[in-house]
């Protein structure tokens, strides 16, 4: 029962502090003004154009693909394995289950693989590569570390060390109902949600937080019309008035 108690109030926390964090990391977004008109061109002319900027963007990773193949491929790879598996997981917080997430179930099993083959190549990348070591911090370091913990330790469930899945489930169901049901004490599986609990802390003050923030850059959600419309910033500016200095004849 310790076990259980102590995993429910570190998830109501780390919940807790996600939804926080990212709420005001985005609030803080959105009062920040953009004074300059800097989309990198070239750019879209038309706000249908930046829409359609961004989906490539965020779905795609347009720009990443024109900078760097090998980069692009390990990001895309590791992204959309990363979703699959994360849909997969919504067995675990919905009753009854909806039939798509049934029909994604070996396709998220299997994806665990390609997120941890994406996670090893982006890692490679910033200890190998020398000016991308150069810029490295440990933190970059830390998220790849925490990430990678998480897929192999999931894998280790799904293929070495099985865990109740049953019990797993009525465990995060009876937290959304404030209902305490017992949790495995699978060593695995509290080395999982260990790592898990941690990047949701972390997430918010991560760079992380790219995630949200590619929708509030203004190389990419601006449209190029410096000549056709003035631009503006979204925030008055405080201007200090100074005193003239007198002048040396005085």
Do not use: C
Not at 99 to 122: D, S
Request: aromatic share 12%.
């Amino acid at each position: 029962m310790f076990v259980t108690v102590l995993f429910a109030l570190l998830f109501y926390a780390a919940t807790a502090i996600f939804l926080a964090g990212i709420g005001m990391r985005i609030a803080r977004y959105a009062r920040t003004p953009a004074p300059l008109k800097i989309p990198t061109t070239p750019a879209p002319t038309t706000r249908g154009g930046v829409v359609l900027r961004m989906v490539t963007e965020v779905v795609l990773f347009n720009s990443l693909f024109k900078a760097n193949k090998w980069i692009w491929i390990f990001g895309i790879v590791f992204h959309v394995a990363l979703a699959l598996v994360l849909l997969r997981h919504l067995r675990y917080f919905l009753d009854p289950v909806p039939a798509w997430v049934v029909m994604i179930q070996p396709f998220g099993k299997y994806a665990a693989f390609a997120m941890v083959l994406g996670l090893a190549g982006l890692w490679a990348r910033r200890v190998f590569v020398e000016r991308i070591r150069y810029i490295s911090s440990p933190s970059d370091h830390l998220m790849l570390a925490l990430l990678l913990g998480i897929g192999l330790t999931g894998l280790a469930m799904t293929y070495l060390w099985h865990v109740d899945i049953t019990a797993v489930k009525l465990f995060f169901t009876g937290l959304m109902r404030f209902d305490f049901n017992p949790l495995p004490a699978h060593p695995m599986l509290l080395l999982h949600l260990l790592l898990v609990a941690g990047l949701m802390i972390i997430f918010p003050f991560s760079k992380l937080l790219h995630a949200p923030g590619v929708f509030f850059s203004p190389t990419r959600n601006q449209v190029d019309n410096p000549r056709e419309k003035r631009h503006l910033t979204n925030v008055k500016w405080m201007v200090r008035s100074e005193k003239p200095a007198a002048s040396a004849d005085q």
